[in-house]
């Protein structure tokens, strides 16, 4: 999960009008965004067939689905650097390959270890798709039109995300588990071969106004991406907090076949319309927090905070009850505020931090968030749950959510005079 990302000092000019050249590169570079978070996903779709089938405890299942976001958490910040500098197209179509091709590895293992490492080879292909896709979207736009397609780009993520978990449940339920990853792993295969062929390093630099074919990176002081107080508690509160967003998708259409006793396909499908909700909210939570700190910025610490306290007290109040539409309703809400931090925090990093490095601003923030949140969320979600039962772990995921309240909480006291230093 990403949140809005501030143009970069580098990022200056770009086309004056907006070609249909631009929009294709856009359809390509969302189009393998949604392949990315599809080949993460369908994993989840697919636990209760892997667990019966190999006999899988839930910690391995949690294993197999962090083991994604780990590599990504710490591959993210040196591959996007190597992309600036090795061309991102080229850098683009590499990854698309080999997380495609590990999906299909993915589909014909024969074990835990082998489905293991073709789910880090997902991972290292996805490391850096994010930052360096959305480097090649906006560089071929207006400078005028940036925020909106940053904003509509990243969101590519919930979308395969929702698409992962309902395709992939839908698929394995009817032709198997084995079929659900070919599938997803051949579309991302086609598209990433189709890549190169339209998107050229040549033609974007044109568009873009930039000398060389990439877009090579100033070198950035990189003491100050954590050179306040401020920021370096943004970064834990974002990673606190999406330790539970890491957790719940990866396991509600579990929780779903076991507590609700639905079958795959439509456990999956439910927590597919969970993912909505919880883009949805992301989306507006972020909305809300540009249009309310407008004049006082400290509000989105503010609304941070309440984005986390809602989710445990919404979280808390599901797991007290017993199945049903009551339960589905809070969970509901408690997926619309889980990511509503995403926003806030995006602005908080990118104000606290200087205009020059903010692009390895954002990348420090994907590795706390990954490292701290969406890695360890669904791991530990499963070695607790294997104790004592996944309905109690889910009561335990609130933890976090308290946690990054009380690190937003702690930025108070700094955070305006950081605002101050590191606007001057």
């Known amino acids: 999960m990403a949140g809005h990302i501030p143009q970069s000092s580098a990022a200056v000019g770009g086309p004056d009008r907006v070609t249909v050249y631009a929009w294709l590169v856009f359809a390509l570079s969302f189009g393998l965004l949604i392949s990315d978070y599809m080949a993460r996903q369908v994993l989840n779709a697919v636990f209760p067939l892997l667990k019966a089938e190999w006999s899988l405890s839930d910690a391995q299942l949690g294993l197999l689905s962090g083991i994604v976001a780990i590599m990504v958490g710490v ?13 991102r197209v080229r850098s683009l179509t590499l990854m698309a390959i080999l997380w495609s091709l590990a999906t299909l590895l993915c589909a014909v293992a024969a074990s835990f270890v082998t489905m293991l490492i073709g789910r880090a080879l997902v991972g290292i292909g996805e490391a850096a798709y994010g930052s360096v896709g959305i480097a090649v979207v906006i560089s071929v736009f207006p400078a005028r039109l940036r925020g909106t397609l940053s904003a509509a780009f990243m969101a590519g993520g919930l979308f395969g995300q929702v698409l992962g978990v309902a395709i992939g449940g839908f698929v394995a339920a009817n032709h198997g588990w084995r ?4 599938a997803i792993g051949i579309a991302g295969l086609v598209l990433g071969l189709l890549y190169p062929i339209v998107v050229r390093e040549r033609r974007i630099a044109v568009l873009a106004g930039i000398a060389g074919a990439a877009q090579t990176s100033q070198i950035a002081p990189l003491r100050e991406l954590v050179g306040n107080r401020s920021v370096r508690l943004a970064y834990v ?32 499908s439910l927590a597919a319309a969970l993912l909505l909700i919880c883009g949805t909210g992301m989306i507006l939570c972020g909305m809300v927090s540009d249009r309310l700190a407008r004049e006082r910025p400290e509000i989105k610490i503010t609304l941070a ?22 339960q589905l309703a809070l969970l509901g809400i408690a997926m619309f505020l889980v ?31 990954n490292l701290l949140g969406l890695a360890p969320g669904p791991i530990l979600t499963g070695r607790i749950a294997d104790a004592i039962g996944l309905a109690d772990a889910f009561l335990l995921l609130p933890v976090p959510c308290l946690l990054a309240a009380l690190a937003f909480a702690a930025m108070r006291r700094n955070y305006l005079s950081d605002l101050r230093a590191a606007s001057c």
């Not at 591959?75 to 061309?87: E, H, I, Q």
């Not at 079929?179 to 070919?182: D, E, H, L, R």
């Not at 330790?243 to 076949?257: C, D, I, K, Q």
């Not at 984005?307 to 979280?315: D, E, K, P």
């Open 339 to 369: 990511a509503g931090t995403v926003g806030p925090v995006g602005a908080m990093v990118a104000n606290l931090t200087p205009l020059a490095i903010h692009g390895s601003a954002f990348a420090t923030l994907t590795l706390a968030n």
């Open 305 to 326: 905070i309440g984005y986390c306290l809602g989710t445990g007290l919404s979280l808390t109040l599901a797991m007290l009850l017993p199945p049903g539409p009551a």
């Open 179 to 182: 079929t659900a990853f070919v």
């Open 237 to 268: 509160a974002s990673g606190l907090q999406l330790f539970t967003a890491g957790a719940l998708p990866a396991w509600l259409p579990s929780y779903f076949n076991r507590v609700y006793h639905l079958p795959v396909d439509k456990a999956g």
């Open 75 to 87: 591959l993210t910040f040196p591959l996007s650097l190597a992309a600036d500098r090795w061309g």
